[in-house]
Structure formats: C-alpha cells, structure tokens
C-alpha cells in the first residue's frame, strides 16, 4: 500500500518575496526551489504568504493615482490586497511550474485561490489599530491623508507618520471548500495571501474591511481546516532563539507548546516578529494529537522537514 503523503502548509515570509517588482521575481526563483524539494520528498504542499511591501507598494500606487484624478477614489485596502494577491500568485505560480518541470514533474498543475477571510468586526483589534502599512508620510501628507481618506495615522518611531490598520485574527476562510477541492486532486494550491482578504459578514454580502490579517495566523487555519500534519512557518532564522541578541542567546531545535508558553509569558519573541509565529505554532500544534509546527530558514526547509534543522513545536513529551 502507498504511503499516504505528508500534508504541509508552507506560510512563506516576506525574504521569500522580495521588496520590488525585479527582487520578487528574482527571490521567488529561489522560493519555488525550496517548495519542490519538499514536493520531491513526497509531501503534499499548500503556500500561503505574507504581502506586506507588495500591498504597501499598491496602496501607495492607488492613493497617488486618486490625488491626481479627483474622479477615481481611492482604493479600499481589502481591494488592495486582493491585488496583492493575484500578482504575488503570478509569479509564484510560474516560478513554481518551472521548476517542477525542470525536474521533470508534469504532472501537478499550480493554481492560486484568491482568498477571503472572515473576521470578526468586534475583534479588539479594531478599537486599536497597530498595524503599519505603505510608505512613511510628513506630517503634512499625514493629516491630508486622514481627512481625505479617513485613513488613521501614527508617528513611527522618529521616521515619519505610516497609516496603520487593525490587525484582527481570522475566524473562517470563506473558500476553504474550493481550497479543499483543488488540494484532493492533486494540486499545488496558493492560498490565503497576505493573510486573506479581510471581510465582515453581513447577511449573505461579505464586506471588505480595513485591515490586515497576520499571515502566520491565517496559515494555521488554513493548515488546521485542510487537516494538515505539518505547518512550516518560514522566515529569515534558521531556528527560534531565547535571550536572543544578548550574551547567552540560546537556538532551540525543539520546544513542547507548554514551553512555548513559558518563554512568551518572559517575553523572549518579539512581538510583530518572531511571536506571532510561536503563537500560530502553538495553536497548530494543539488544535490535534501528532500535528507538528517548524520554523526555519526558506533555504533549509527539506532539512527541516527531515528533522536535521529547524525549531520543531509539538503538544507533549518528546518525539
């Protein structure tokens, strides 16, 4: 009997992509290799993504182009990521068909899903937008661009002001059974980029919302819904550190969630960086016995998956 194949979702982080129109289709090269060996390992792979230079990138793109024609008005951000989405798919999806078939594999056809995802309008996170999006403004564009849009806008840092978004966490992907569909026949499917595109259900019309949703979270419910045994969280360390950057900086090879919990009550992830990725592990790694969450380097994905690098989160004694 066939050896029933490792399901993974694979939530590719912004090194993966690039920050420009040529870095992306140079980094996404490198991308569809990683993604591959895995696929030649025998695992089943689904790709979900961040988006944050390219929805950044289209923002800016549509805010300038309603300055200048006072008839066009400006682009929802949910629109933006939307856009987002299918160029970023583009590429993946190309870069992705041509190395398989550099390595005679014709037989997977990629497709990518442009992805809503539900949250809820009472989230927490709508009462305090933290989220920084798009480029940095003086304080003159800044005020310009919150009477004119309604946009809110945040010093940052001494840098200049950025409009920021609610963040708020995913609670259903509304094409999860078309998803599922594509999975079951044997297709490489790209889904929930940049987090999904957030919408608010009301009666049957989904509406757009201004946010945006964290991509590792929307990967573990998408891995979680597709009954996936891995989720990989790649990014730009190789492992998860504790005390990192200081003297007795530690690299994990494994954590138990319970420890997990341990280091993020001392605060030892940084919050927008490495933590949302502990969190989204952990979720996975107990939301069903056996499911396994990694975080690695893109470039050492196989070996993480081979148990030869990466932090490997799991729920109880060691495995």
């Keep these: 009997m066939t050896e029933k194949k490792k399901r993974i979702v694979i939530a590719l982080g912004g090194n993966a992509l690039g920050n420009t129109l040529h870095e992306q289709m140079l980094a996404v090269k490198t991308t569809a290799k990683a993604i591959v060996d895995l696929i030649q390992e025998g695992c089943e792979v689904i790709v979900a993504h961040g988006n944050g230079p390219q929805v950044g990138m289209i923002n800016h793109a549509m805010a300038a182009l309603s300055r200048e024609d006072p008839n066009q008005p400006n682009t929802p951000l949910s629109v933006c990521v939307a856009m987002s989405q299918a160029y970023i798919g583009y590429d993946l999806q190309n870069a992705l068909r041509e190395e398989m078939y550099n390595r005679d594999i014709f037989d997977i056809p990629v497709a990518t899903m442009v992805t809503q995802v539900r949250v809820d309008p009472e989230d927490p996170a ?91 979270f929307a990967s573990e419910r998408l891995a979680e819904d597709l009954h996936a045994d891995y989720l990989i969280i790649l990014t730009a360390v190789e492992k998860v ?12 090879s494994e954590m138990t969630t319970d420890q997990a919990r341990q280091y993020m009550a001392q605060n030892e992830f940084a919050p927008g960086s490495m933590l949302p990725k502990v969190q989204a592990a952990v979720k996975f790694a107990e939301s069903r016995p056996g499911r396994t969450a990694l975080i690695t380097l893109l470039q050492k994905a196989k070996e993480g998956i081979l148990g030869k690098t990466g932090t490997r989160i799991y729920r109880g004694a060691r495995i």
């Design 126 to 216: 709508f009462k305090n937008p933290s989220k920084p999006i798009g480029h940095f403004m003086t304080k003159e564009q800044a005020e310009y661009a919150a009477k004119e849009y309604g946009y809110i806008v945040k010093e940052d840092a001494g840098r200049g002001w950025r409009r920021v978004v609610a963040s708020p966490l995913p609670q259903e992907i509304i094409e999860i059974g078309a998803i599922q569909t594509l999975v079951d026949s044997g297709q490489l499917v790209i889904a929930c980029g940049g987090g999904g595109i957030p919408v608010m259900r009301h009666g049957n019309h989904l509406k757009g919302a201004s946010a945006v949703i964290d991509k590792d």
């Design 241 to 252: 550190a504790i005390h990192f950057g200081q003297a007795d900086e530690q690299w994990l």
